[in-house]
């Protein structure tokens, strides 16, 4: 059973607006910031002796997604519930 597309499309954009609000964040944004700086001084000089930085930038970028992760996953249990109360309501069951 698929789910209408009306109903997907409403998902995404509640997706594509949470990301957006959460990389506007100072913890998200901080974690951005200095993935993409380790990111440029990586390629800055394509080098492959050049490792360290490379774990660098592994390891901003993988505390980057945790952060942004976490806060998806916090976000989309607050709109489940969300969602579960308003259709547990009297209101929507008698429409």
């Known amino acids: 059973m698929g789910y209408p597309a009306w109903f997907i499309e409403m998902i995404q954009g509640r997706l594509d607006e949470v990301c957006a609000r959460i ?4 913890e998200p ?3 951005f ?9 990586l390629f800055a ?16 970028l993988s ?4 952060v942004l992760y976490k806060r998806l996953y916090l976000q989309g249990l607050k709109d489940g519930m ?7 309501s009297p209101s929507v069951l008698s429409d």
């Open 23 to 26: 990389e506007r964040q100072s």
């Open 29 to 31: 944004r901080q974690a």
């Open 33 to 41: 910031e200095e993935e993409h700086k380790a990111f440029q001084a």
């Open 45 to 60: 000089s394509i080098d492959i002796a050049r490792k360290p930085e490379f774990e660098y930038w592994e390891d901003k």
């Open 63 to 66: 505390i980057k997604n945790s």
């Open 82 to 88: 969300q969602l579960a109360n308003t259709f547990a």
